[in-house]
């Protein structure tokens, strides 16, 4: 089973990108276009995470209630009480919390220091992968290789 730190590792773009709890709403889903991501993290002053905001809030705090996205700041949408994990966690972890919670990004700290922005699209790619390794192990074990 991996761990964090190596799903992280393996990441072709291990960016995490992010926005201050005062970036308004509108501005945010611009971001998350242009860099193609759900989720982004908010960061305080001192760059510490604040939150973490995803299309998932905006669908829900902003476009059914109708709210305007221009002036409207991140830090009013945002998941304030953010999970996260540890570069020592394993991905059937984090699989069973983002099941058990119905999340879609967890941020990693090690130390209280952002490192890393796993998504449960990270965590399928490893699992199918790993799935595919261990089926090749066996089928050459059959065939006495």
């Known amino acids: 089973m991996k761990t964090v730190a190596e799903i992280i590792r393996a990441k072709p ?22 860099k193609g991501v759900g ?3 908010v960061l305080d002053d001192k760059g510490r995470l604040a939150g973490i905001v995803s299309e998932r809030d905006y ?3 902003v476009a059914l209630l109708e709210r305007p996205s221009f002036n409207v700041p991140i ?3 945002m998941t304030a009480d953010v999970l996260t994990v540890s570069p020592r966690d394993t991905s059937q972890e984090c699989m069973q ?3 058990d919670r119905h999340l879609r990004h967890l941020p990693v700290l090690a130390e209280g220091e952002l490192i890393g922005l796993l ?7 490893h699992t199918i992968a790993d799935q595919a390794s261990l089926i090749q192990q066996l089928e050459q074990y059959i065939r006495g290789e």
């Open 13 to 34: 773009q291990a960016a995490v990108y992010s926005v201050s709890p005062d970036t308004t709403v509108l501005d945010a889903m611009k971001m998350m276009a242009e």
């Open 39 to 41: 989720a982004l993290v």
């Open 59 to 61: 669908a829900r705090k």
């Open 75 to 77: 830090s009013e949408i």
């Open 97 to 99: 919390l983002m099941t």
């Open 119 to 125: 998504s449960i699209g990270d965590l399928v790619k």
